[in-house]
């Protein structure tokens, strides 16, 4: 199967053969990090617009880097300096930078389905980098395939998030993935910090 869909937003919407496909594509793609010339050809004049609405490091250098590789043209954005800073509505960023013929905006927020709100908006591919307390389900595949690549699988196998996870995207109800991932994700942490109840909605 191909990829269908037009955003990644959550991992929940996500098929376990979606998943699948997502896991296999970066396992292959992970061979061009050993190239001399790190470059392919995928995205060649395709426009990557990285709309980072909160301070992040790994994530936007990694978005960064993974447009350049696949030879995107690969424009970093951020609120800092920006006509965000003088009150301009997220909305309204999105809808200026979609006029300039974007065909990826990968967002990060720091509200609660703010991916989802321009993914309904735009026309062009959205990508969810982080929103709120919600969702990160690019950090929820890249957990994925690395559990993958040392159990050789990831049926059957019961995956705990231990320790002080509150407020974190990657939480279990973010790549807990659909009710019929053949995976299990339960959440442990001390008395005095509970999983709160949502997560396991």
């Known amino acids: 199967m191909g990829w269908m869909r037009k955003d990644l937003l959550t991992m ?31 995205l060649r004049g395709r426009t990557v617009v990285n709309l980072f609405y909160e301070a992040s490091t790994r994530t936007r250098t990694s978005f960064e880097i993974a447009g350049k590789w696949l030879s995107a043209d690969v424009v970093n954005w951020s609120a800092a300096g920006s006509s965000a800073a003088k009150g301009e509505t997220l909305l309204d960023t999105a809808k200026n930078i979609e006029a300039m013929s974007p065909d990826v905006v990968v967002v990060r927020h720091g509200a609660s389905g703010a991916a989802q709100l321009l993914a309904r908006a735009l026309k062009c591919a959205v990508v969810n980098a982080g929103d709120g307390a919600h969702e990160h389900p690019t950090q929820a595949l890249l957990d994925l395939l690395t559990i993958r690549e040392k159990k050789g699988h990831l049926e059957g196998l019961s995956v705990a998030i231990v320790g002080a996870a509150t407020g974190l995207r ?32």
């Open 12 to 42: 929940q919407e996500l098929e376990p053969a979606e998943i699948g496909l997502i896991l296999d594509t970066a396992a292959s793609m992970k061979e061009i990090a050993g190239r001399e010339i790190k470059k392919v050809p995928t």
């Open 170 to 201: 990657a939480r279990p109800s973010s790549w807990r993935g659909p009710s019929s991932a053949p995976w299990s994700t339960p959440a442990t942490a001390p008395t005095s910090i509970p999983p709160r109840p949502c997560w396991t909605c």
